[in-house]
């Protein structure tokens, strides 16, 4: 399993490398020597930062659960990449197996009630979902 999430997260890499022309990253150090990426959509700015697995938005903490922040960040990673329902399944989720066909879109929910926005994360029918904030 973390062999083909390895791998599908270079081909994302790559797609986004290929879409953008770029494949560098602005990313802030903080004392705690943890890194923080910050995306903006809509005027919010969105504070990620994977190593303590934390993200605020326009400064105030979202709460997240486990299966809301893998699902996140696994789109942030993967940004303006379509990502399926059965990716994001068994990449973000690390399930194997078939959940209920509407697990996935409550949890994407959940996210964007948080997030205060639709405008975060797209929906394509047929394609997936994508991240759509700006990095800065």
Request: hydrophobic share 35%; proline share 1%.
């Amino acid at each position: 399993f973390p062999t083909r999430l390895l791998t599908r997260q270079e081909d994302c890499t790559m797609e986004t490398t290929a879409q953008t022309g770029t494949g560098q990253k602005d990313v802030i150090g903080t004392a705690n020597g943890s890194k923080v990426r910050i995306w903006m959509c809509m005027n919010l700015l969105l504070k990620v930062d994977f190593a303590s697995r934390t993200a605020s938005l326009d400064d105030s903490p979202l709460s997240l659960t486990r299966s809301e922040w893998n699902i996140l960040s696994y789109l942030i990673e993967n940004a303006g990449v379509f990502c399926s329902r059965e990716r994001v399944q068994v990449d973000a989720l690390g399930y194997n197996f078939c959940l209920a066909s509407r697990s996935i879109d409550t949890h994407v929910k959940n996210i964007r009630m948080k997030l205060h926005s639709y405008s975060w994360i797209g929906t394509s029918r047929k394609r997936g979902y994508y991240f759509r904030g700006m990095e800065i």
